[in-house]
């Protein structure tokens, strides 16, 4: 272990002749590809590493505030006490509340517990304040780290680890291609990202983990290397996994089963959410979300890691299973447990079940159980608008900024309090009735008293607090202005529509029923800017014709052609001096 820390940056990098690479600009990084896939490289991140540079932006801010309120709360009791007046003291201030935010105080000083009361990091509350370091645990090209030290204001050290040799050799040599500034700022390492987390703890700021499929194996080294009140980035690609195309294996690297809905790619968020809180609890750690994002062909999350036995006991409020029926859309979700206060104690107790019948009260079908998952919010919205505003206030830094600039403004006027969401169609399909438009069925449920909202992961996607019994009610007053024809009475439609409304629905126009975007007619939803907008393949993988779905024909018939180029000239001069040797 030693030895791979000892092999860090400053090693020379292997000579290397420029007219065999490709120069690719990212942003103001600029990299070295080789036609050859040896190193792992994918355009469509770009999304993900510009939403990551704006968040560290707004880490960086935030974090700064926080130290210097941290600060004036500290002279201000140093002069209470210097007055003769009583000031309370620390282990007076009771633990943080249940969405993981202590009461006026910053986390940094009041999170740890009555018991064992959390130090406070070397460098924090004592005037000063180091520049944050940042981990990329799998680095590959080095694209992401290079980024962070080239374009991020007042970050410290970036170190950049990866266990293939042929990637930590392109990561030295991007960083020497890209000048004084990357050399100085990034560190590269030829070491097991999960070794050297574990050997390291409390050690970063920020730790970003963007593997090639599932994050499971890093969790646990990850979630132990952040420093109190540090963030975790994540990125899981196995969607067809997290989306429930393969429960079992979900539940053996996630501890979560799936379901498939509508919802998957919210509940895959969820899942990851409620995993990362697994691995910090073993820790008496705990996570707060503060932004957490579906795009492209991927999850990332962002949540901030705290230190706090106490705040560790609300783990169980946050988490719920979720009941689906197999005949309708109609979810219902299942806390794992409540509390009971009496006088100043607070008993956690299991929570009061089950939340459903054994059939669905709406059409009488079976239900489908899964989780458990995340279901406190998943965003923290004075983030998230901090975020947008960071994006539009420095557009020009950002190559993604049209995209992420969308899914922020959708997440900023999502509904933060109701877990997962419905599908206008769906609820169509179910009634084989025509749909209405959105405008209308957002009027109804406003109409009816509820809050309804988009969802970032969806544009047919709605959120709302309006229980499902009211949303059906909605819809079979909707039927009886928009008649169906006859189906079999044992549809799941047809037991439905038997019922009598209890909620006479108005759907007159209401005034909220268009959000702020939609309104001023902000772009939401963008399509690919280009095709074969996807995943690509593994490092190493020998790119053949079957890989055009991917990549495309032109693609992959340009670097087949510079193979077999490369492939001629080592024959021709291999004839000709076997030539030389027969004269």
């Known amino acids: 272990m030693g030895g791979a820390e000892e092999d860090n940056n400053n090693t020379n990098t292997t000579p290397f002749d420029l007219n065999d690479y490709v120069v690719i600009k990212e942003g103001e990084a600029e990299i070295l590809m080789h036609s050859k896939n040896e190193v792992f490289y994918n355009k469509t991140q770009v999304n993900n590493r510009d939403m990551s540079i704006a968040v560290l932006r707004t880490f960086i801010s935030k974090r700064k505030e926080e130290h ?11 002069e209470e006490r210097e007055s003769g007046m009583e000031a309370p003291s620390e282990s007076s201030v009771s633990n943080g509340k249940s969405n993981g935010k202590c009461e006026e105080t910053p986390q940094d000083e009041l999170c740890g517990t009555s018991e064992e009361p959390e130090k406070v990091p070397e ?8 520049p944050p370091r940042v981990l990329e645990a799998l680095s590959a090209t080095g694209l992401r780290a290079i980024r962070y030290a080239r374009e991020v204001e ?5 170190v950049a680890l990866d266990n293939d040799k042929a990637s930590v050799e392109a990561c030295r040599r991007n960083i020497k291609f890209n000048g004084s500034v990357a050399s100085a700022k990034v560190e590269s390492n030829l070491v097991d990202a999960r070794v050297y987390m574990l050997t390291h703890p409390k050690e970063f700021d920020m730790v970003d983990l963007d593997p090639y499929g599932s ?5 646990d080294s990850a979630v132990q290397s952040v420093a109190d009140g540090g963030m975790l980035m994540c990125t899981a690609t196995d969607m067809a996994v997290l989306c429930g195309g393969n429960g079992e294996v979900c539940y053996s690297k996630y501890g979560s089963y799936p379901l498939k809905g509508k919802y998957c790619h919210e509940m895959a968020l969820r899942v990851l959410l409620a995993c990362i809180e697994s691995h910090a609890n073993r820790y008496k750690r705990y996570i707060v979300p503060v932004l957490s994002v579906q795009m492209d062909f991927y999850v990332r999350v962002f949540v901030r890691i705290f230190t706090s036995a106490g705040e560790m006991k609300n783990t169980p409020l946050k988490l719920s299973y979720v009941y689906q029926c197999v005949g309708c859309d109609s979810f219902h979700l299942q ?10 104690s607070v008993r956690y107790l299991p929570g009061f079940g089950p939340a459903v019948s054994q059939e669905c009260s709406d059409c009488g079908k079976k239900y489908n159980m899964g989780g458990p998952i995340w279901s406190a919010p998943i965003h923290d919205q004075d983030w998230v608008t901090s975020i947008l505003a960071d994006v539009k206030s420095m557009k020009e830094r950002y190559p993604a900024f049209d ?11 999502e509904l933060p309090d109701v877990p997962l969401f419905l599908s206008l169609h769906n609820l169509c399909a179910t009634l084989k009735c025509i749909s209405p438009s959105a405008v209308i069925f957002r009027s109804a449920v406003i109409n009816a008293g509820y809050r309804i909202s988009g969802t970032h992961v969806n544009p047919l996607g709605l959120k709302s607090d309006a229980p499902m019994e009211v949303i059906w009610d909605i819809m079979r007053c909707w039927v009886k202005n928009h008649p169906v024809k006859p189906q079999p009475p044992e549809d799941s439609g047809s037991v439905i529509l038997a019922k009598e ?19 001023k007619k902000v772009a939401r939803f963008l399509p690919n800017p280009e095709r074969h907008w996807g995943p690509k393949l593994r490092a190493g993988r020998t790119i053949t014709s079957k890989h055009a779905s991917l990549l495309g024909p032109e693609t992959v018939n340009e670097i087949l052609n510079n193979n077999e180029e490369q492939d001629e000239e080592p024959e021709a001069k291999q004839s000709e001096s076997n030539l030389y040797s027969q004269q």
């Open 335 to 344: 806390p794992l447990a409540r509390t009971v206060s009496k006088n100043t």
């Open 68 to 78: 210097e309120a941290l600060l004036a709360k500290r002279m201000k009791r140093k």
């Open 403 to 413: 995209r992420i600039s969308a899914v922020l403004t959708t997440i900023s006027e």
């Open 215 to 219: 994050p499971s194996v890093f969790l």
């Open 123 to 130: 460098g924090r509350g004592r005037g000063e304040l180091k």
């Open 154 to 158: 007042g970050l410290g050290q970036v």
């Open 501 to 519: 409304p209890v909620l006479q629905a108005s759907f007159a126009r209401a005034v909220a029923s268009l959000s702020k975007a939609q309104a």
